[in-house]
């Protein structure tokens, strides 16, 4: 069966350091890989995502990029974090495009 | 801008009771539209997928789509405490920036209280 980890699950940083968060699929080859943040009272939004190693895809302009260097490892990374960066991250992963995503457990990103 | 809208509620049931939860969808051409569930701090959770018109049951949960409509739904019925929830309406879409491929644009939920 198909599993998707993502860590770490809470995380506080202070404002302007760097960010790096990961996931990792198992089971299934060739994911399509996805980063989705919802902030409070707001609904998931996708940053990015990915049908292949080193393909990125993103739909929301701001200071996060992702990479994509292993098949099924997907990272979501920051230089220097802003406040307004604050929210819960998810790592999701489906079989192809419009199809049904599943979720990793999420990371609760708190700057300070 | 694609938009998918659903009442935030909170929207409260006694229990055993059904409850109704409404979505509607900005884009004509989407195909693919998903329920999904999440409890408080946690990730969400797929409960139900339909692509056609009409319903589609499994077990207490029955989704209806109307396309014409632009409309999906979700019911539950016999509502248990336990499906004390924010469900998730998604909807398979080309975002804002182009892109190659469908992706889902998600509702921001509505939250449903069961009460014993």
């Known amino acids: 069966s198909q599993t998707i980890h993502q860590w770490p699950a809470t995380l506080v940083q202070p404002v302007g350091s760097p960010l790096s968060l990961e996931c990792t699929v198992e089971?299934?080859?060739?994911?399509?890989l996805y980063w989705y943040r919802q902030a409070a009272g707001r609904g998931l939004q996708l940053l990015f995502y990915s049908v292949g190693i080193g393909q990125i895809s993103s739909e929301v302009p701001q200071n996060l990029s992702a990479s994509r260097p292993q098949d099924r490892q997907f990272i979501l990374s920051s230089k220097k974090l802003l406040l307004s960066d604050s929210g819960f991250y998810l790592c999701?992963?489906?079989?192809?495009?419009?199809?049904?995503?599943?979720f990793g457990q999420g990371t609760r990103l708190t700057v300070v | 801008q694609k938009e998918v809208e659903q009442n935030s509620g909170p929207l409260s049931v006694p229990e055993g009771a059904i409850a109704s939860l409404n979505c509607t969808y900005s884009d004509r051409g989407s195909q693919s539209f998903f329920w999904y569930r999440q409890y408080s701090g946690k990730s969400p959770e797929l409960i139900m997928f339909?692509?056609?018109?009409g319903d589609k049951e499994d077990g207490r949960f029955t989704a209806q789509l109307n396309k014409a409509s632009q409309y999906v739904s979700l019911l539950i019925r016999d509502s248990q405490p336990s499906d004390s929830a924010t469900y998730l309406c998604?909807?398979?879409?080309?975002?804002?920036?182009?892109?190659?491929?469908?992706?889902?644009?998600f509702g921001k939920g509505t939250k449903l209280s069961v009460k014993p």
């Open positions: 999701a992963w489906s079989y192809s495009a419009g199809a049904e995503a599943f």
């Open positions: 339909i692509y056609s018109n």
């Open positions: 998604a909807v398979e879409g080309f975002l804002n920036y182009g892109g190659s491929q469908g992706n889902l644009i």
């Open positions: 089971g299934t080859s060739n994911p399509n």
